[in-house]
């Protein structure tokens, strides 16, 4: 199976700040990675996949990179709805699909 | 825009079931894979079970094989999981969501429905 982990568990930053989060696969994934975010009580909302594609609506301060095993996820211009869970999903060994922890990203 | 709504989730006994539904609409239903997703309280996600377009590709992941029973009716719309067997570890918050067209692929998961609880306790 496939492991994901997501650095950092948590971040914390400001309004108008700039943070990335890692992702590291276990082995290589190509680009067959999605990144999604959720908000407390709500269902996960996709904002990249193919590692780098920006999911249609989803604002361009956010941005993706990485292939084979290792993978970013970079939120420029920080706005106060962009504080919720990240995770990132794994799609190369479907439909064993697999997802990070979650990286927390809370306000400074 | 795609609307997917899940119902069916309560409070059940350890060996018991559950029958969970998931309704579809503004998309054609009959052409998309389909999948369900877990979480438990405070945790992560996990993937628990994909479908394809016509039912022809079913997969489970381990921790629920032979237990739980993945289908849909396109008919109706819909996406079902009937739970059986269900354990205290299977308590958690189930989505339905959306994947590719066709079969079962490395198609993200686009359209998530809202989530149900599913609360497995003595």
């Known amino acids: 199976d496939i492991q994901l982990t997501q650095s950092p568990s948590f971040l914390s930053a400001s309004v108008g700040g700039r943070v990335t989060i890692t992702c590291r696969a276990s082995?290589?994934?190509?680009?067959?990675l999605a990144w999604y975010q959720q908000k407390p009580g709500k269902a996960p909302k996709l904002l990249i996949y193919a590692a780098s594609t920006l999911q249609s609506g989803v604002p361009s301060r956010f941005s993706g990179s990485g292939s084979g095993t290792e993978f970013t996820l970079t939120i420029s211009s920080l706005q106060p709805e962009d504080f919720a869970t990240y995770y990132c999903q794994q799609l190369s060994s479907y439909p064993l699909y697999s997802f990070g922890q979650g990286t927390k990203l809370e306000i400074k | 825009e795609v609307q997917l709504v899940v119902s069916g989730g309560g409070l059940v006994k350890p060996g018991g079931s559950l029958r969970l539904s998931c309704a579809a609409s503004r998309f054609t239903f009959n052409t998309y894979s389909m999948n369900w997703v877990r979480q438990a309280p405070g945790k992560g996600l996990e993937w628990v079970s994909s479908i394809s377009s016509s039912s022809n590709y079913i997969f489970y992941a381990d921790s629920v094989k032979g237990r739980f029973t993945i289908s849909r009716d396109n008919a109706k719309n819909s996406l079902y999981m009937q739970m059986n067997s269900l354990r205290v570890e299977d308590t958690a918050v189930y989505y339905c969501?959306?994947?590719?067209?066709?079969?079962?692929?490395?198609?993200?998961?686009?359209?998530w429905g809202q989530g149900t609880l599913v609360t497995v306790s003595s």
């Open positions: 969501a959306r994947g590719g067209r066709g079969v079962v692929t490395a198609t993200p998961f686009d359209y």
């Open positions: 082995q290589g994934i190509s680009s067959y």
